[in-house]
C-alpha cells in the first residue's frame, strides 16, 4: 500500500508557472507508474501525464504537450509535476495516483489503484 500526498497549487496569472509535488509514503514507490489527473468543476477527471517507474518514459495529453513536464525522483518518493505557460483551461483540483498495472501508458483512472488527496490549480486571465 502507498499513501500519496498533493502539494504546490494556488493562483496564477495565466502564462505563469507551477511546480506540483506528489509525496509517496512505502518503499515500493519506485514499483509503480505515477500519473497526474486534473478535474475541473463539473467536469470528469481527466489524465494529465504519466511517467514510467524508472522515469525514462513520459506521456501526456495533448492540450499540455510542450507547456508540462513531469518528472520522478525515486529516491525521494517524489513525482512532481512543472506547469508553465498556464492557461485558465488548466484550473480544476490536481490529483498524483499510482498504478500497479503492467500495461502504458496507464490514462484512464480506472487503471489507478491510489490517489492522492488533490491539489487546487487556479489560473485567472
Known amino acids: 500500500q502507498v499513501q500519496l500526498v498533493d502539494s504546490g497549487g494556488g493562483l496564477v496569472q495565466a502564462g505563469g508557472s507551477l511546480r506540483l509535488s506528489c509525496a509517496a509514503s512505502?518503499?515500493?514507490?519506485?514499483?509503480?507508474?505515477m500519473g497526474w489527473f486534473r478535474q475541473a468543476p463539473g467536469k470528469e477527471r481527466d489524465f494529465v501525464a504519466v511517467?514510467?517507474?524508472?522515469?525514462?518514459?513520459?506521456y501526456y495529453q495533448d492540450s499540455v504537450k510542450g507547456r508540462f513536464a513531469i518528472s520522478r525522483d525515486n529516491a525521494k518518493n517524489t513525482v512532481y509535476l512543472q506547469m508553465n505557460s498556464l492557461k485558465p483551461e488548466d484550473t480544476g483540483v490536481y490529483y498524483c495516483?499510482?498504478?500497479?498495472?503492467?500495461?502504458?501508458?496507464?490514462?484512464?483512472?480506472?487503471?489507478?489503484?491510489?490517489w492522492g488527496q488533490g491539489t487546487q490549480v487556479t489560473v485567472s486571465s
Open positions: 495516483a499510482a498504478s500497479s498495472r503492467p500495461s502504458w501508458p496507464p490514462s484512464r483512472s480506472s487503471e489507478y489503484n491510489y
Open positions: 511517467i514510467s517507474r524508472s522515469g525514462g518514459n513520459t
Open positions: 512505502g518503499r515500493t514507490f519506485s514499483t509503480f507508474v
